[in-house]
T-cell receptor
């Protein structure tokens, strides 16, 4: 089955700087890669996703890149703000209806 | 829509007791997922349903765990008997696109087994 590895587990960046979170997946059949943000005491919420037919997608300050050959995908947050502090999860789905998550990255935005 | 509704939000119980967690998915969504979140293991998929039918329960830890979806608007996750290692936050999520679209999560049920 699919296995998703996520790094780093904790990340601290200065407000205004960029943050990058990286994930790898094992199943070459995976074709859908969402990213979720979880705030304290809440359930995860989708912030952006990418499908295997594109290599990059951007939405304002967040962007995702996908390298299918290397089975890598990454989340980039630019001009970080205090409200970006949260836990971020990457995930992968091979179309069998199962979305498998990484273990999460706790992002701290330092003032 | 009110979103995915889970109950209880918090449950504290003693080892050996039965625990039942409940979920009401978003109306019109035909897929429902149960996840467990712990610090050590992150978000683990336990089981998912399509059109009320269990499709994959390979993530259910052991026979002490069972899940049902008697109709499109209700699902339960039951642990009997509960053990301290079951302590976690349990999330229910629903989707209209199964594994290829957005999952809408509830706020979770935090379970503590003493």
């Amino acid at each position: 089955g699919e296995n998703v590895e996520q790094h780093p587990s904790t990340l601290s960046v200065q407000e205004g700087d960029s943050a990058v979170i990286k994930c790898t997946y094992s199943d070459s059949a995976s074709n859908y890669f969402p990213w979720y943000k979880q705030e304290l005491g809440k359930g995860p919420q989708l912030i952006i996703d990418i499908r295997s037919n594109v290599g990059e997608k951007k939405d304002q300050r967040i962007a995702v890149t996908l390298n299918k050959t290397a089975k890598h995908f990454s989340l980039h947050i630019t001009e970080t703000q205090p409200e970006d502090s949260a836990v971020y999860f990457c995930a992968a789905s091979s179309g069998d209806d199962k979305i498998i998550f990484g273990k999460g990255t706790r992002l701290h935005i330092l003032p | 829509d009110a979103g995915v509704i889970q109950s209880p939000r918090h449950e504290v119980t003693e080892m050996g007791q039965e625990v039942t967690l409940r979920c009401k998915p978003i109306s019109g969504h035909n897929s429902l997922f149960w996840y467990r979140q712990t610090m050590m293991r992150g978000l683990e998929l336990l089981i998912y349903f399509n059109n009320n039918v269990p499709i994959d329960d390979s993530g259910m830890p052991e026979d002490r765990f069972s899940a049902k979806m008697p109709n499109a608007s209700f699902s339960t996750l039951k642990i009997q008997p509960s053990e301290p290692r079951d302590s976690a936050v349990y999330f229910c999520a629903s989707s209209s696109l199964a594994g290829t679209g957005e999952l809408f999560f509830g706020e979770g049920s935090r379970l503590t087994v003493l």
